[in-house]
């Protein structure tokens, strides 16, 4: 079992930065891959970002590609999105998910956080 919380979440102005954190427990937290996906209102959950449990491996939407950057800390059991240059469209709720593998789709991942809400003002 793993359970993750996120936090980090909030407003900010286009052009500025948000650091979001998932904390996740459960002692196998580095055997899984991690990824972040957001949903936006009245649109479906999108892939974001996602790392491989080793951390090796990185892969990210073409929206956020150059501007993004995901990783994690087994020790601290926590993965994180760095998120840079925001824009108004990247205004959604973004949540983090666990899975065994790497894959751009949420049916791929056994565990979900509550997310975290990120709001771009223009």
């Known amino acids: 079992q793993v359970q993750l919380v996120e936090s980090g979440g909030g407003l900010v102005q286009a052009g500025g930065s948000l650091r979001l954190s998932c904390a996740a427990s459960g002692r196998t937290f580095s055997s899984y891959a991690m990824s972040w996906f957001r949903q936006a209102p009245g649109k479906e959950r999108e892939f974001v970002a996602a790392?491989?449990?080793?951390?090796?491996?990185?892969y990210y939407a073409n929206s956020v590609k150059g501007r993004f950057a995901i990783s994690r800390d087994n020790a601290k059991i926590t993965v994180y999105l760095q998120m840079n240059s925001l824009k108004p469209e990247d205004t959604a709720v973004y949540y983090c998910?666990?899975?065994?593998?790497?894959?751009?789709?949420?049916?791929?991942?056994?565990?979900w956080g509550q997310g975290t809400q990120v709001t771009v003002s223009s």
């Open positions: 790392l491989s449990w080793s951390g090796g491996r990185t």
């Open positions: 998910a666990a899975g065994p593998g790497v894959i751009a789709a949420p049916r791929g991942y056994d565990y």
